[in-house]
């Protein structure tokens, strides 16, 4: 996440009369950094959209397309590791913990699968994680932008938390079948598995953790599309039951 949301948790679990308690916003130069990280952030997927326009334009076919925009990918979405030092410095108000781990997931996907396996990226599925991440990044950063300046235009807002419901189950849907047709590649050319015997005693094998992955979106994957629904049945005011700060998937 790339700036704080709006709005507090009720002191009675947001279920009673209270009122919610307001959040502090961040300092004059903080906000100034925080505007101009997510300006760049929103103008880099932009570019990754229009990359991705273009080349189906000039092919006339969706297919391969991550070739066009493999390197702003990689470092647009690398560069959201920084999110992870915002919330370290307390510059936004968020667990360092579940940022990272939201974060790394994504970065994970672009270093160590997609980049890595060669062979998954001519799939289609590839295409449908980058289009959802494309338009979901899009909106979030410039969700956070426009709230930073206190001028937030309701098509954005109404954005943010609506079409989660298509973009979350598109994205989710292209990570796993992206690992997963990765996963017999893994296995015939041992990537970055380690076997026994060795000096260090320790073997790892990277099937087998793309795997766990893959069971471990079971889990994750529902307790943030349930966050979604309860941010934007609630409008972020008061979105406490299912909170969970900075999910890449358009939660705050």
């Given at each position: 996440?790339?700036?704080?949301?709006?709005?507090?948790?009720?002191?009675?679990n947001?279920?009673?009369?209270?009122?919610?308690?307001?959040?502090?916003?961040?300092?004059?130069?903080?906000?100034?950094?925080?505007?101009?990280?997510?300006?760049?952030?929103?103008?880099?997927?932009?570019?990754?959209?229009?990359?991705?326009?273009?080349?189906?334009?000039?092919?006339?076919?969706?297919?391969?397309?991550?070739?066009?925009?493999?390197?702003?990918?990689?470092?647009?979405?690398?560069?959201?590791?920084?999110?992870?030092?915002?919330?370290?410095?307390?510059?936004?108000?968020?667990?360092?913990?579940?940022?990272?781990?939201?974060?790394?997931?994504?970065?994970?996907?672009?270093?160590?699968?997609?980049?890595?396996?060669?062979?998954?990226?001519?799939?289609?599925?590839?295409?449908?994680?980058?289009?959802?991440?494309?338009?979901?990044?899009?909106?979030?950063y410039?969700f956070?932008?426009?709230?930073?300046?206190?001028?937030?235009?309701?098509?954005?807002?109404?954005?943010?938390?609506?079409?989660?419901?298509?973009?979350?189950?598109?994205?989710?849907?292209?990570?796993?079948?992206?690992?997963?047709?990765?996963?017999?590649f893994?296995?015939?050319?041992?990537?970055?598995?380690?076997?026994l015997?060795?000096?260090?005693?320790?073997?790892?094998?990277?099937?087998?953790?793309?795997?766990?992955?893959?069971?471990s979106?079971?889990?994750?994957?529902?307790?943030?599309?349930?966050?979604c629904?309860?941010?934007?049945?609630?409008?972020?005011?008061?979105?406490?039951?299912?909170?969970?700060a900075?999910?890449?998937?358009?939660?705050?």
């Amino acid at each position: 996440m790339a700036a704080s949301g709006s709005g507090g948790s009720r002191a009675d679990n947001g279920y009673g009369s209270q009122q919610p308690r307001r959040r502090k916003g961040p300092g004059a130069l903080a906000t100034a950094y925080l505007v101009l990280y997510n300006v760049v952030m929103t103008a880099g997927w932009l570019v990754i959209a229009v990359g991705l326009v273009r080349a189906y334009l000039a092919k006339g076919s969706y297919h391969s397309l991550y070739y066009s925009i493999e390197k702003p990918l990689k470092f647009f979405q690398t560069g959201a590791l920084l999110e992870i030092l915002h919330c370290a410095f307390g510059v936004v108000p968020s667990s360092v913990v579940l940022t990272a781990f939201q974060v790394m997931s994504r970065v994970f996907l672009t270093w160590a699968v997609t980049h890595s396996v060669k062979e998954v990226q001519t799939e289609d599925s590839v295409l449908l994680f980058v289009v959802a991440w494309t338009i979901t990044e899009i909106i979030r950063y410039s969700f956070y932008t426009f709230s930073l300046l206190n001028h937030l235009p309701y098509l954005i807002k109404w954005a943010r938390y609506t079409l989660f419901i298509v973009l979350y189950p598109m994205g989710v849907s292209g990570e796993l079948l992206t690992i997963y047709a990765a996963l017999p590649f893994v296995r015939q050319s041992g990537l970055y598995s380690i076997s026994l015997p060795n000096k260090y005693n320790f073997s790892f094998d990277y099937y087998t953790f793309l795997i766990l992955v893959m069971i471990s979106y079971i889990p994750n994957g529902m307790k943030i599309w349930l966050c979604c629904f309860e941010m934007g049945n609630r409008n972020t005011e008061a979105c406490s039951k299912f909170k969970c700060a900075n999910d890449v998937y358009d939660t705050e």
